[in-house]
């Protein structure tokens, strides 16, 4: 038996059409005498491909649970970032896409969660925020202090951020990685 439409959540994982997708977003509506309906975005966990779903009553679709494990993040090889378990060392590499642009600030050697599907890592838990480091911006003219002025910085691994003119070559800034919009200076 499948999931009924009121029972379909943010962030959960589902088995729909025989492949596992995540909810990224969803609305239920019930309207007058008509019976509920349900519509949300759904991301094909190993493409990362969004697609929109429209949902009646009971769906073919069922909740699956996802073992979590602890993993390193390694490097990345073209297309493909590559995570290590911690306990077990095995390599599991995921695509770019289905990582979206967030993994892009992902720091070699850090630790995030994985989820596992019959053995398999279908999903990685990103970090919202990181710390990088300016390797190289113009330095801020004195004076030029008009309100909300700003400048371009390379970071660690080549990403341009627009940052405050008093951020300097060397410094340490916290990123939201779901924006890629500078916080904080460290």
Not at 27 to 38: I, L, Q, W
Not at 132 to 141: A, C, Q, Y
Request: no cysteine; proline share 3%.
């Amino acid at each position: 038996m499948g999931l009924s439409i009121s029972e379909f959540r943010k962030g959960m994982t589902i088995l729909y059409g025989g492949e596992l997708y995540e909810v990224v977003d969803y609305e239920h509506n019930k309207r007058g005498r008509g019976s509920a309906v349900g519509s949300g975005r759904l991301k094909h966990l190993k493409t990362g491909k969004l697609t929109t779903e429209t949902f009646r009553g009971f769906e073919d679709t069922s909740s699956v649970f996802l073992e979590s494990r602890e993993l390193q993040y390694l490097f990345h090889d073209g297309d493909n970032f590559i995570f290590m378990d911690v306990e077990r060392f095995d390599q599991f590499p995921i695509a770019k896409s289905v990582l979206g642009p967030q993994g892009e600030y992902l720091v070699e050697g850090a630790n995030l969660i994985g989820y596992y599907y019959n053995s398999e890592l279908v999903k990685v838990d990103l970090p919202n925020f990181t710390q990088l480091k300016v390797i190289k911006t113009e330095p801020g003219v004195r004076g030029d202090t008009v309100s909300n002025v700003d400048k371009e910085a390379t970071l660690d691994g080549g990403i341009v951020v627009r940052v405050p003119l008093f951020v300097k070559e060397g410094d340490v800034l916290k990123i939201d990685t779901r924006t890629g919009t500078y916080v904080e200076r460290v």
